[in-house]
T-cell receptor
Framework: AQSVTQLDSQVPVFEEAPVELRCNYS??????LFWYVQYPNQGLQLLLK??????LVKGINGFEAEFNKSQTSFHLRKPSVHISDTAEYFC????????????FGAGTTVTVRA | NAGVTQTPKFQVLKTGQSMTLQCAQD?????MSWYRQDPGMGLRLIHY???????DQGEVPNGYNVSRSTTEDFPLRLLSAAPSQTSVYFC?????????????FGSGTQLSVL
């Protein structure tokens, strides 16, 4: 079975500053990796995903993530945040044997301040 | 373009009461699932279905029942509500191809059990 650890529960950041959200996973088989975002009082929506190929993945709203197999990590980055990026971010993993069963991390709350 | 529709948005129950959370999707997705979201714990999979007539347990199935009589609908039943079931519940669906695509989430049901 796979699992996900998000290393920061809360990340405060000033507007236009960069942000990095850390995610580590464990799995005995190859994995698919995802980042989802949840804006206040809404459901989750997909930011980006890694299935195979290039380890640098670009998503919506200027976010990107890098898959590092040796470090079992999938950190999310944005070079310059906006107030509208205030949200909760979830890292998720599924493995090749059960690709429809996602395991989610506990979430990281990003608060962007002016 | 409705996507995934959950009803009700809010519900308050007394311990021991039963109720059904409704979920419907109009994207002809084979895969549907129910998650619960609790603070600091991310999303945990309750039950899932890979097609009409097929359901299976996730990581936290106790106290919940599901059925999948049509492709569109996937209701979640609480037979005898307990305070530990106070949570936000999300229904999600996905097409089930060779590679995982993405989950589409409903807007959630906030359930309080007194």
């Amino acid at each position: 079975a796979q699992s996900v650890t998000q290393l920061d529960s809360q990340v405060p950041v000033f507007e236009e500053a960069p942000v990095e959200l850390r995610c580590n996973y464990s799995s005995s088989v190859s994995v698919y990796l995802f980042w989802y975002v949840q804006y206040p009082n809404q459901g989750l929506q997909l930011l980006l995903k890694y299935l195979s190929g290039s380890t640098l993945v670009k998503g919506i709203n200027g976010f990107e993530a890098e898959f590092n197999k040796s470090q079992t990590s999938f950190h999310l980055r944005k070079p310059s945040v906006h107030i509208s990026d205030t949200a909760e971010y979830f890292c998720a993993v599924s493995d090749f044997t059960n690709d429809y069963k996602l395991s989610f991390g506990a979430g990281t709350t990003v608060t962007v301040r002016a | 373009n409705a996507g995934v529709t959950q009803t009700p948005k809010f519900q308050v129950l007394k311990t021991g009461q039963s109720m059904t959370l409704q979920c419907a999707q109009d994207m002809n997705h084979e895969y549907m699932s129910w998650y619960r979201q609790d603070p600091g714990m991310g999303l945990r999979l309750i039950h899932y279905s890979v097609g009409a007539g097929i359901t299976d347990q996730g990581e936290v199935p106790n106290g919940y029942n599901v059925s999948r009589s049509t492709t569109e609908d996937f209701p979640l039943r609480l037979l005898s509500a307990a305070p530990s079931q106070t949570s936000v519940y999300f229904c999600a669906s996905s097409s089930r191809g060779r590679l995982m695509t993405q989950l589409f989430f409903g807007s959630g049901t906030q359930l309080s059990v007194l």
